[in-house]
């Protein structure tokens, strides 16, 4: 299984600043999946990230709000922009196990409250 | 459009009891299906997982699940409850023909009183 590293871990963050978090992967991937999950809620998909091209956004997801980077395919960073209360989330790094199909592994998370 | 669902938002039983969890989907395609657990402050764990061949898989911590597709449903079931399998269990549906994410179900606590 992959091991996924994901920082921050948590934050405390003021409305209206933005937050990068990074995604670092053990190995090689093609495609890294952004995750939301509000609290007491389940997961929702944000945006797929491949390398070397644009991420896929999810309905109800916007780059101007949540840009994304892949620079290489080790590594991905989520931007949640201009933040308010309700972007209060874990936001999940998740990758496909080495056959790049089935199953996602996940990281810990990065826990954000928005104040 | 793709969906899972879980019914039960909570789930108590007794440690040393039979737990079942329900999950049913709806997806235009072969489904592949999995549960995850989540224990507070942690990530998500895989449970087991189930692609194609025996309908009746096994996991990881004792639990089982068993696919019916008649029934479009994929429960999770364990025979005896231990106290540390207190967390959040979350159904989660992926195809190929999706491009392999997955759509999670809203998840199940569950409770242990001993």
């Known amino acids: 299984s992959a091991v996924i590293s994901q920082k921050p871990s948590r934050d405390i963050c003021q409305r209206g600043t933005s937050l990068t978090i990074q995604c670092q992967v053990d190995?090689?991937?093609?495609?890294m999946f952004w995750y939301r999950q509000q609290p007491g809620q389940s997961l929702t998909l944000i945006a797929t990230a491949n390398q070397g091209s644009e991420a896929t956004y999810e309905s109800g997801f916007v780059i101007d709000k949540f840009p994304i980077s892949r620079p290489n395919l080790t590594f991905s960073t989520l931007t949640v922009s201009n933040m308010s209360p309700e972007d209060s989330s874990i936001y999940l790094c998740s990758v496909h196990n080495r056959t790049g199909a089935g199953e996602l592994f996940f990281g810990e998370g990065s826990r954000l409250t928005v104040l | 459009a793709q969906s899972v669902t879980q019914p039960d938002i909570h789930i108590t039983v007794s440690e040393g009891a039979s737990l079942e969890l329900r999950c049913n989907y709806s997806?235009?395609?072969?489904?592949?299906l999995f549960w995850y657990v989540q224990s507070p402050g942690q990530g998500l764990q895989l449970l087991l997982k189930?692609?194609?061949?025996?309908?009746l898989v096994q996991g990881i911590k004792g639990f089982e699940a068993e696919f019916k597709r008649s029934q479009s449903s994929f429960n999770l079931r364990k025979p005896s409850v231990h106290w540390s399998d207190a967390a959040e269990y979350f159904c989660?549906?992926?195809?190929?023909?999706?491009?392999?994410?997955?759509?999670f179900g809203a998840g199940t606590i569950l409770r242990v009183k001993s």
């Open positions: 997806y235009g395609a072969t489904p592949y």
């Open positions: 989660a549906v992926g195809a190929r023909e999706y491009g392999n994410k997955l759509v």
């Open positions: 190995s090689q991937v093609t495609m």
């Open positions: 189930y692609f194609s061949g025996d309908t």
